[in-house]
């Protein structure tokens, strides 16, 4: 059988990157960001907190290039007045507040500190 190994999903091989960033050479301020072991849960969300940033962020797609690839490629188009890596750092720095007060509220409703 041709099935990958399980793990092979999530576990990064020591050799690579979690992330990398490649300047768009032909639309100016833009960026592809390639996260590895990911699929379209982190995507859609990092792609959705982009969105919020309306006042910086001009575009925000990704996508899974092969459903047997797990990595989820951005694309992020920024105002000429901020850098679209420091947009996409501060999307990920909000996801990650959000997601520390959603484990509060429930640790809080389940009575555990």
Do not use: W
């Amino acid at each position: 059988m041709n099935a990958q190994e399980r793990y092979e999903k999530f576990v990064l091989p020591d050799d690579a990157h979690k992330v990398t960033v490649v300047k768009d050479e032909k639309v100016e301020n833009a960026v592809a960001i390639t996260v590895e072991r990911e699929d379209h849960t982190i995507g859609n969300l990092i792609r959705h907190e982009l969105h919020r940033d309306r006042e910086y962020v001009q575009f925000a797609g990704y996508k899974v290039e092969h459903p047997l690839e797990h990595k989820v490629k951005f694309q992020v188009k920024s105002s000429m007045d901020r850098d679209p890596v420091e947009c996409f750092k501060d999307a990920l720095e909000r996801l990650s507040d959000e997601m520390s007060n959603i484990e509060q509220a429930i640790k809080k409703k389940v009575g555990v500190d």
